[in-house]
């Protein structure tokens, strides 16, 4: 692999920014965001060349599983250092950071069969839209993880630790649903723009993943009604968020597990 160094660099500086968040939300060490967000950011500088040679020419995109994988971590990281100068956000780097060298590490060590993608304007369009959803949804379903311990040390009156490293109790659902309703108008233009440039966002290798993207709108949607409405939030909605996420990593990496690694089809 051409960008190798780029790689094992990448993965050192997500995982030395990464460890560091973790330990600072066990109050191991003290809080340092200016140093996280210096190191993330260079790892997100090297994993960008990383992307860029494992994507193919400019008529066609290939999107097989690791490159894929590899593809939406770097757009986490590049969203959530973006995100955290202005949103208090970053401690959502202590699992995202070693997620993304992780997917670094299966794209160089592990033989991908390549996935060709017909790289037309609106295709792009359909897949960016996708993208930026994905990753802002996994972004919040790690916020509703933190939101979901919090309102458990809370209710057993547990108030040492990672709560007290956290934002308040109130600002971390806000951000939550900043994130769902930021999610949902992304995922709506993704589900648009496939119906509008796809031939058919529901011939068989496409079904699964249209389907299973519906299902996580609508819960998303519940969600968001149910808020709004009903006032649900807490570990409900923790829950329900979770349930989106898992539907949106089943429809986008569903499919591309079972064919390229259990099945082993090329």
């Given at each position: 692999?051409?960008?190798?160094?780029?790689?094992?660099?990448?993965?050192?500086?997500?995982?030395?920014?990464?460890?560091?968040?973790?330990?600072?939300l066990l109050r191991r060490v003290p809080q340092r965001p200016a140093l996280v967000r210096s190191i993330?950011?260079?790892?997100?500088?090297?994993?960008?060349?990383?992307?860029?040679?494992?994507?193919?020419?400019?008529?066609?995109?290939?999107?097989?599983?690791?490159?894929?994988?590899?593809?939406?971590?770097?757009?986490?990281?590049?969203?959530?250092?973006?995100?955290?100068?202005?949103?208090?956000?970053?401690?959502?780097?202590?699992?995202?950071?070693?997620?993304?060298?992780?997917?670094?590490?299966?794209?160089?060590g592990l033989p991908s069969a390549n996935q060709q993608v017909n790289?037309?304007?609106?295709?792009?369009?359909?897949?960016?839209?996708?993208?930026?959803?994905?990753?802002?949804?996994?972004?919040?379903?790690?916020?509703?993880?933190?939101?979901?311990?919090?309102?458990?040390?809370?209710?057993?009156?547990?108030?040492?630790?990672?709560?007290?490293?956290?934002?308040?109790?109130?600002?971390?659902?806000?951000?939550?649903?900043?994130?769902?309703?930021?999610?949902?108008?992304?995922?709506?233009?993704?589900?648009?723009?496939?119906?509008?440039?796809?031939?058919?966002?529901?011939?068989?290798?496409?079904?699964?993943?249209?389907?299973?993207?519906?299902?996580?709108?609508?819960?998303?949607?519940?969600?968001?009604?149910?808020?709004?409405?009903?006032?649900?939030?807490?570990?409900?909605?923790?829950?329900?968020?979770?349930?989106?996420?898992?539907?949106?990593?089943?429809?986008?990496?569903?499919?591309?597990?079972?064919?390229?690694?259990?099945?082993?089809?090329?």
């Amino acid at each position: 692999m051409q960008a190798l160094p780029f790689a094992l660099l990448a993965i050192v500086f997500y995982l030395g920014a990464g460890s560091w968040q973790g330990l600072a939300l066990l109050r191991r060490v003290p809080q340092r965001p200016a140093l996280v967000r210096s190191i993330g950011l260079l790892a997100v500088v090297c994993h960008g060349v990383v992307v860029a040679v494992s994507l193919s020419d400019a008529d066609m995109l290939d999107l097989g599983l690791f490159t894929s994988a590899s593809l939406l971590s770097w757009l986490i990281a590049v969203l959530l250092l973006a995100v955290s100068v202005v949103k208090p956000v970053l401690s959502a780097a202590a699992a995202l950071f070693p997620l993304a060298a992780l997917t670094i590490m299966l794209l160089i060590g592990l033989p991908s069969a390549n996935q060709q993608v017909n790289a037309s304007p609106g295709i792009l369009l359909h897949i960016l839209t996708s993208a930026l959803a994905f990753s802002l949804f996994i972004i919040a379903g790690v916020l509703a993880l933190f939101l979901a311990r919090q309102n458990q040390a809370l209710r057993s009156h547990r108030t040492r630790g990672i709560v007290q490293v956290l934002p308040p109790l109130g600002t971390m659902e806000r951000l939550l649903f900043e994130f769902i309703w930021a999610g949902m108008l992304l995922l709506t233009a993704s589900l648009i723009s496939g119906m509008a440039f796809l031939d058919n966002m529901f011939a068989q290798h496409l079904v699964h993943k249209t389907v299973l993207s519906i299902a996580a709108w609508i819960i998303f949607a519940l969600l968001l009604a149910g808020h709004h409405l009903l006032g649900w939030r807490g570990v409900r909605a923790a829950r329900w968020t979770l349930g989106g996420c898992a539907l949106l990593l089943l429809a986008y990496f569903g499919s591309k597990i079972a064919l390229q690694v259990v099945f082993d089809i090329v």
